[in-house]
T-cell receptor, first 114, second 113 residues
Framework: GAGVSQSPSNKVTEKGKDVELRCDPI?????LYWYRQSLGQGLEFLIY????????KSGLPSDRFSAERTGGSVSTLTIQRTQQEDSAVYLC????????????FGPGTRLTVL | AQSVTQLDSQVPVFEEAPVELRCNYS??????LFWYVQYPNQGLQLLLK??????LVKGINGFEAEFNKSQTSFHLRKPSVHISDTAEYFC???????????FGTGTRLLVSP
């Protein structure tokens, strides 16, 4: 079956511009997670959704970052007024429930801010 | 604070040799442990997981890991590596009461002929 998909796969933008990153989770998965992977770093948690609500936004680095999920499916991560330090690979994952089971990861979106 | 430590950023090894990738985590009453692998230009794939039960966990591609509560460790092992095992390996921990996974910084396994 289809896995987690993310678009675009690569995004190059200029400092100060807004960007939107999209995640399509596996059908039927209620939990959705966003992580950021910077060069030489591990994965940094950003936010997770249970259905359309986001109980934990603690990982969002600043108020320039926001995310939403509609219809319990697709999620969009928005970064406003991008900065060079936002350059990273943004990974989305989904899991069937909020129990401690495997998170299935998408291929990521590589964001480069010039 | 919740943290995961992978002390080795890079592990070079010859083909068919054994390998151990180390992972230690900050102590907690109850944890759930995972190893993920990331091949070049690909997403993360689950190798194995420990949720409860036997402390020796077997995963895909011949990998296994052992949960050691007293040492707060979850080291990954393989008795004989292949060239195709060259990849980045991430240890991740889930802490009871928190839905997110806390990841280590990764260990790059380099297998040479």
């Amino acid at each position: 079956g289809a896995g987690v998909s993310q678009s675009p796969s690569n995004k190059v933008t200029e400092k100060g511009k807004d960007v939107e990153l999209r995640c399509d989770p596996i059908s039927g998965h209620t939990a959705l997670y966003w992580y950021r992977q910077s060069l030489g770093q591990g994965l940094e948690f950003l936010i997770y959704f249970q259905g359309n609500s986001a109980p934990d936004k603690s990982g969002l680095p600043s108020d320039r970052f926001s995310a939403e999920r509609t219809g319990g499916s697709v999620s969009t991560l928005t970064i406003q007024r991008t900065q060079q330090e936002d350059s990273a690979v943004y990974l989305c994952a989904s899991s069937p429930t909020l129990s401690y089971n495997e998170q299935f990861f998408g291929p990521g979106t590589r964001l480069t801010v010039l | 604070a919740q943290s995961v430590t992978q002390l080795d950023s890079q592990v070079p090894v010859f083909e068919e040799a054994p390998v151990e990738l180390r992972c230690n985590y900050s102590s907690s009453v109850s944890v759930y442990l995972f190893w993920y692998v990331q091949y070049p230009n690909q997403g993360l794939q689950l190798l194995l997981k420990y949720l409860s039960g036997s402390t020796l966990v077997k995963g895909i591609n011949g990998f296994e890991a052992e949960f050691n509560k007293s040492q707060t460790s979850f080291h990954l092992r393989k008795p004989s590596v292949h060239i195709s095992d060259t990849a980045e390996y991430f240890c991740a921990v889930g802490y009871t009461g928190f839905q997110k996974l806390v990841f280590g910084t990764g260990t790059r396994l380099l297998v040479s002929p």
